[in-house]
Each structure stands twice: as C-alpha cells, then as structure tokens.
T-cell receptor, first 114, second 115 residues
C-alpha cells in the first residue's frame, strides 16, 4: 500500500517482557516520527528520525525505550521490561523532509501490558 | 517555545448544527505552518489542511472552513451543517521553520455530533 504501515496492529504481552513495534513509512519519506497515545489522551512525541542525522530522542520516557531506523526506511521501536503504564497506542508518522510538510500516520499498534 | 492550545476539551452538537473548534498557538518564528488532523473512533489520524504563516486567506472545503488570524494567533476550524460522521477528535498542530522537528500537537477537541 501507499500509506504508513505499522505492525502488529495489536500486541498483548506480560509485564516484564520486551516488545518490538515496526513502522514502514511512505516510500520517499525521509522523516519518521514515533508518538504514544494513551487512552483518551493527546499525542506524546517519542522520537524523530531525519535521513542519516542523529535522531531526536528527547521524547523517550525512559531508557527502556529505544528505536532504530535501518537503511533510512523501516523503523523499530523497542520497549524493554514492559510496565503496565506502557499500555497505549503507538503511532508512527512519516513526511517529506521539506519545510511544513504534513505528517502522514499509520493506524498504530495497540499495546496492552497485562 | 512553541505551543498549541485547544481550550475546548469536548463539544457536543446536534446534527446539522454548525460548530467551531478553536486553536491558539504560540511561536517566535515568523515562518511557520499550521495543521488540522482528524482522528475518528477507528483511530487513524487523517491530515485535513495545512496553512503557512504568510497566507492568511481563509479556506473552504465543502462543509469545512478554516479561519487563520495572525493578529490573534488563532487557526479555527468550522464545520457547517455537522453530520454524525464528523464525530472525532480533532488536533491542531504547529510546525516551525525547519525540516520537520518541533512539530507540536494540541491536546485535541473531542467532537460528538448527535443524531
């Protein structure tokens, strides 16, 4: 498809386990963002990738969270030793690396920590 | 620092009523971009519109219209003759004059259109 693709759509795991969330951006989009959205809340910025530049990790809530982007395309968000407060929808967005370009979002991964 | 405020947390209207969603922003840049996104109950965020700071012309797209006023730092969104399908959370966002960083979303306004 032509849009941002995220997998899995839903993930249920036990507290303490590690999880990996995947984002496949729109082809040609060099900017990629991860957000977290808790139930009924707004968007919490996590991390931003732009081309080969060092990512902006300023939004990562703890060192249990990390993300990488391989080959300037697919990105993986990893949460280690998950906690119940990590339960949320994790949204990925991509955009062209031009001023003022809108972000285009995937459908998100709904993460539930038991 | 940039900031986006959407003072209306929740709004309920009856179908066919007009409704305006408020957005007030703060930025020190003279060049910036404003956006509106819609998040229906299904969850996906849908891009609706982008305006740049040099273009204060209001825009209309069907039942949707946007009123950009730099003098009051506002970028309000009006839905005319609302429909049940307009029920969603609407987010206003601001991007300053750079290559994608500093993209800030407001807290969102939940609109419920009742039949």
């Amino acid at each position: 498809g032509a849009g941002v693709s995220q997998s899995p759509s839903n993930k249920v795991t036990e507290k303490g386990k590690d999880v990996e969330l995947r984002c496949d951006p729109i082809s040609g989009h060099t900017a990629l963002y991860w957000y977290r959205q808790s139930l009924g809340q707004g968007l919490e910025f996590l991390i931003y990738f732009q081309g080969n530049s060092a990512p902006d990790k300023s939004g990562l809530p703890s060192d249990r969270f990390s993300a990488e982007r391989t080959g300037g395309s697919v990105s993986t968000l990893t949460i280690q030793r998950t906690q119940q407060e990590d339960s949320a929808v994790y949204l990925c967005a991509s955009s062209l690396a031009l001023r003022g370009q809108p972000q285009h979002f995937g459908d998100g991964t709904r993460l539930s920590i038991l | 620092a940039q900031k986006v405020t959407q003072a209306q947390t929740e709004i309920s209207v009856v179908e066919k009523e007009d409704v305006t969603l408020d957005c007030v922003y703060e930025t020190r840049d003279t060049t910036y971009y404003l956006f509106w996104y819609k998040q229906p109950p299904s969850g996906e965020l849908v891009f609706l519109i982008r305006r740049n700071s040099f273009d204060e012309q209001n825009e209309i797209s069907g039942r949707y219209s946007w009123n950009f006023q730099k003098s009051t730092s506002s970028f309000n969104f009006t839905i005319t003759a609302s429909q049940v399908v307009d029920s969603a959370v609407y987010f206003c966002a601001l991007s300053e004059n750079n290559y994608g960083q500093n993209f800030v979303f407001g807290p969102g306004t939940r609109l419920s259109v009742l039949p």
